[in-house]
């Protein structure tokens, strides 16, 4: 989580956004305290436009949420996840994420485990950035 929130503050700094300004929520991954932080961030003064979610069970959650209160993704608040699972493509509005190469971790995985000589190794893979609909430009 720490490395993800990292990644999309220096994102925003790269594109002039003030990251100190920029509020941060912490959820468990479900969708009920999501669902919970969904309720103070919209209800303060200034409720934000985007949410940049640290998995995509979280996004769909909150698509669900903002859908209940007849807010629309994305012309007033875009959506990205992260993970790139399966159901991701197929919500209303489809949502976008930065696909993890899921099946390639676990293949590492099974391989760390089977051929485990006692060290400890940490490897970084690629992610890619899937634009759908639940994301816009911001409003001007």
Do not use: C
Not at 49 to 68: K, V, Y
Not at 88 to 103: D, G, K, M, R, Y
Request: hydrophobic letters at 45%; charged letters at 20%; a neutral charge.
């Amino acid at each position: 989580t720490r490395d993800r929130l990292t990644g999309y503050f220096k994102e925003l700094s790269r594109v002039g956004i003030d990251t100190s300004s920029v509020p941060v929520y912490a959820t468990a991954n479900d969708a009920a305290s999501t669902k919970a932080g969904l309720e103070i961030i919209f209800g303060s003064a200034h409720p934000p436009t985007a949410i940049l979610a640290m998995s995509d069970r979280m996004a769909l959650a909150a698509l669900e949420w903002l859908s209940a209160r007849k807010l629309n993704v994305p012309n007033d608040v875009s959506i990205v996840g992260f993970d790139g699972v399966p159901e991701a493509a197929a919500s209303e509005p489809p949502l976008t994420t930065i696909a993890q190469p899921i099946a390639e971790m676990g293949r590492l995985a099974v391989k760390a485990i089977l051929e485990n000589d006692g060290t400890t190794n940490r490897r970084q893979l690629p992610v890619e950035l899937i634009v759908r609909a639940s994301s816009a430009s911001p409003r001007g």
